[in-house]
């Protein structure tokens, strides 16, 4: 069964930075993609970062040149660098997997979440 871990949320002051990590484990396939979403206060969850196939990045437009993705596929982990925060991106950060388990399937799996919160 796949499981998804994260870890680095916390408190942090508006301007200031955080590291959040996913370490997956479970799979005999491998991941398609991995990345963060988020889901802030009374609002619906949203696409933060993810990583693709190859070099294949994406970023929500409201955390471009302030947060980073990376991934090592080998480790089947996931970092997001999260620089210059703001009381916006006070959210549950969710981690986020694409499980390919054949050539037509792919299954999406979550962590429990992390709490992130940016005081002003």
């Known amino acids: 069964q796949v499981q998804l871990v994260e870890s680095g949320g916390g408190l942090v002051q508006a301007g200031g930075s955080l590291r959040l990590s996913c370490v997956a484990s479970g799979t005999r396939y491998s991941f398609n993609g991995m990345g963060w979403y988020r889901q802030p206060p009374g609002k619906q969850r949203e696409l933060v970062a993810f990583a693709g196939t190859g070099d294949r990045l994406e970023y929500a437009d409201s955390v471009k040149g302030r947060f980073t993705i990376s991934r090592d596929n080998a480790k089947n982990t996931v970092l997001l660098e999260m620089n210059s925060l703001k009381p916006e991106d006070t959210a549950v950060y969710y981690c986020?997997?694409?499980?390919?388990?054949?050539?037509?399937?792919?299954?999406?799996?979550w962590g429990q979440g992390t709490e992130v919160f940016v005081s002003s």
């Open positions: 986020h997997a694409k499980e390919r388990t054949s050539w037509t399937t792919l299954v999406d799996h």
